[in-house]
């Protein structure tokens, strides 16, 4: 079963003005299945997954592009870097738009070479697993989030609490959606034995295996939290530059994201120390051994993944559209915190997540001290689990979190 992804229109606009276009994401998100969907029938694929079609393209670089001419999608990029110096040739001869469609999962270190090979030939674009407007098919009608703009998505129907903490808990992976009947727990063991094996030792020299899977168990634990570098570190019993070398890795692999603090030069008393958040829910419930919604939704870290889930929704409404994600969050020394500002054309937009159905004015009481930063606040959003849309006061709305 093929579910529409809502980047496929970027991937369309972006082949029609770039001579290469990479796609970016963790492993089995579903990249090489939307790219092959999107592409016409004279389009060669091949995957340097492929042990022959990898040694040819590290052996042979030049034979290997012969072999495959474009228009062609090369898959797992990152296996043979090589390649990207005879790309950067073959379109500053004449290639056309759209011939070369990569994918990578391992970013850590083929962006450097992208970077230096392809710079200004390239267009880059972000892939995750899936949105909730997917897994309701409805990727056409979804748009990068703004509370101003949610009245476009009323006519989803409101999730329960039940609802929500169901998709919390089995996660957004394609494997995992498109199949009711997968092994939640099968599959994400699986995975992170995967990514242990393929990744993380090609990424960075994990010399104790036990240690990274602390970190990982450690870093899923703290998911909505202000990151401490120096407490993951401890916790796993490892160096407080190795935790931050393995945090790098979980970032640039497309699992975990960090929220940066907003800040200017005449705001010294802002927090500026990031949030860490996964970026599936159901990987970061494994690793944390929650064992089934129910669990999960009465623990004590509900709100945490309450606040996960509709962040990497957020997330996912801007990079699934080609855009880059403008996204902060603001917290100063007395301890006032706003969870989101989408900071767009020198305007904030405040956004609070909340566990409840009925959201009151005490819970965007902190919108106030925004006012310090100087800038214009447009209407904002309580994210919740709310019957319907409803003002809170004139200039912030109550949503369900479906119409993110």
Same mark, same amino acid.
Request: proline fraction near 6%; charged fraction near 20%.
């Given at each position: 079963m093929y579910i529409r992804r809502t980047i496929t229109e970027a991937i369309n606009n972006?082949?029609?003005?770039?001579?290469?276009?990479?796609?970016?994401?963790?492993?089995?998100?579903?990249?090489?299945?939307?790219?092959?969907?999107?592409?016409?029938?004279?389009?060669?694929?091949?995957?340097?997954?492929?042990?022959?079609?990898?040694?040819?393209?590290?052996?042979?670089?030049?034979?290997?592009?012969?072999?495959?001419?474009?228009?062609?999608?090369?898959?797992?990029?990152?296996?043979?870097?090589?390649?990207?110096?005879?790309?950067?040739?073959?379109?500053?001869?004449?290639?056309?738009?759209?011939?070369?469609?990569?994918?990578?999962?391992?970013?850590?270190?083929?962006?450097?070479?992208?970077?230096?090979?392809?710079?200004?030939?390239? #267009?880059?674009?972000?892939?995750?697993?899936?949105?909730?407007?997917?897994?309701?098919?409805?990727?056409?009608?979804?748009?990068?989030?703004?509370?101003?703009?949610?009245?476009?998505?009323?006519?989803?129907?409101?999730?329960?609490?039940?609802?929500?903490?169901?998709?919390?808990?089995? #996660?957004?992976?394609?494997?995992?959606?498109?199949?009711?009947?997968m092994d939640r727990d099968l599959f994400y063991?699986?995975?992170?034995?995967?990514?242990?094996?393929?990744?993380?030792?090609?990424?960075?020299?994990?010399?104790?295996?036990?240690?990274?899977?602390?970190?990982?168990?450690?870093?899923?634990?703290?998911?909505?939290?202000?990151?401490?570098?120096?407490?993951?570190?401890?916790?796993?019993?490892?160096?407080?530059?190795?935790a931050k070398k393995w945090l790098s890795v979980l970032e640039t692999s497309g699992l975990v994201y960090l929220l940066q603090p907003y800040y200017s030069n005449l705001t010294k008393r802002l927090v500026k120390t990031p949030k860490l958040y996964f970026l599936d829910t159901a990987l970061a419930a494994y690793l944390t051994q929650w064992t089934s919604p129910e669990t999960l939704e009465a623990g004590a870290a509900n709100g945490a993944f309450f606040e996960t889930w509709a962040m990497a929704e957020i997330i996912k409404s801007y990079w699934h559209h080609g855009k880059t994600a403008p996204l902060y969050f603001y917290r100063d020394t007395d301890q006032r915190e706003v969870d989101l500002l989408i900071v767009q054309n020198g305007e904030i937009s405040p956004v609070e997540f909340k566990k409840t159905a009925m959201p009151s004015k005490s819970d965007i009481r902190h919108f106030a001290a925004l006012k310090k930063l100087n800038l214009p606040i447009r209407h904002g959003a309580v994210v919740c689990l709310s019957d319907s849309a409803m003002p809170i006061t004139q200039d912030v709305t109550a949503i369900n979190v479906a119409q993110i």
């Open positions: 972006v082949s029609k003005h770039f001579p290469v276009i990479l796609i970016t994401g963790p492993r089995q998100i579903g990249k090489t299945t939307c790219l092959r969907h999107c592409a016409a029938p004279e389009r060669r694929y091949v995957t340097l997954d492929d042990p022959q079609a990898r040694e040819l393209a590290i052996d042979d670089p030049k034979l290997f592009l012969q072999r495959f001419s474009p228009p062609v999608l090369i898959d797992e990029i990152q296996y043979a870097p090589q390649l990207l110096p005879l790309i950067k040739m073959a379109v500053d001869t004449g290639a056309n738009k759209g011939d070369y469609w990569l994918t990578d999962s391992q970013q850590f270190h083929l962006m450097e070479g992208v970077s230096e090979s392809l710079a200004g030939r390239v #267009g880059v674009l972000r892939m995750l697993g899936f949105s909730y407007a997917e897994m309701i098919e409805t990727p056409d009608a979804s748009l990068p989030f703004m509370p101003s703009q949610t009245i476009l998505h009323s006519g989803r129907n409101p999730m329960t609490l039940s609802q929500l903490y169901e998709r919390i808990w089995r #996660g957004c992976f394609p494997a995992i959606v498109t199949d009711k009947n063991s699986s995975y992170v034995q995967t990514y242990l094996q393929r990744d993380v030792k090609v990424l960075v020299n994990v010399g104790n295996e036990l240690a990274f899977m602390k970190f990982l168990r450690g870093a899923a634990a703290r998911t909505g939290q202000l990151l401490n570098i120096s407490e993951l570190g401890r916790d796993a019993g490892v160096t407080h530059n190795t």
